[in-house]
């Protein structure tokens, strides 16, 4: 897995903005979207943490 978050937006609020979009619009589920981006789930789901969003899976979403 590459995790290269540098590819994010970098500003919190926008980050779960465009994640939520994304999961939304054209993901199954969390592990597709990492999937598609190259993403570790764990390390994604710590990396979110750390930027003060918490996933809620029943809704498929950052919190």
């Not at 779960?16 to 979207?33: I, T």
């Amino acid at each position: 897995m590459e995790n290269d978050f540098s590819k994010l937006p970098s500003d919190p609020a926008m980050l779960m903005s465009f994640v939520n979009m994304k999961l939304r619009d054209n993901y199954a589920s969390l592990e597709e979207l990492c999937d598609d981006m190259n993403f570790d789930v764990d390390l994604f789901l710590k990396y979110m943490l750390s930027k003060g969003w918490e996933y809620n899976k029943d809704g498929k979403k950052f919190w």
